[in-house]
């Protein structure tokens, strides 16, 4: 009976700390922004602080990812190309494609 409470406690130890290990993979894995169709897609992202965003670009021409507080750039994107940007503090940070003006979005960081 005590090995086999014994291989019991094991067993929940070894679930538990894979279910720690899944939730912090999860956290760290990026967020995704596609650039499709002349928009951003979410158009509202949502993240916390030292997570990383990535855009992508699925339209046939450049755009870029300009904040318009001065918080980030990144030059043009080529089709099929992307960015990444690891956020560093929290705000609402307005976006913008300066190759496009009606490609408007918000990156909120926690």
């Known amino acids: ?3 086999f409470a014994a291989l019991c406690c094991v067993v929940t130890i070894l679930w538990v700390a894979g279910m720690i290990d899944a939730h912090r993979s ?10 499709d169709g002349v928009t951003f897609d979410p ?10 965003v990535v855009w992508v670009n699925k339209d ?22 992307s960015w990444s940007y690891t956020t560093t503090k929290a705000g609402v940070f307005p976006y ?4 496009h003006s009606t490609m408007h979005a918000t990156l909120k960081v926690e």
């Open 60 to 81: 046939p021409f450049p755009h870029t990812v300009t904040s318009q507080t001065g918080g980030f750039e990144s030059h043009a994107i080529a089709p099929g190309q």
């Open 1 to 3: 009976m005590q090995r």
């Open 96 to 99: 913008l494609c300066t190759l």
């Open 26 to 35: 999860a956290a760290l894995a990026p967020h995704t922004v596609a650039i």
């Open 43 to 52: 158009a509202t992202l949502a993240v916390k602080a030292g997570e990383t």
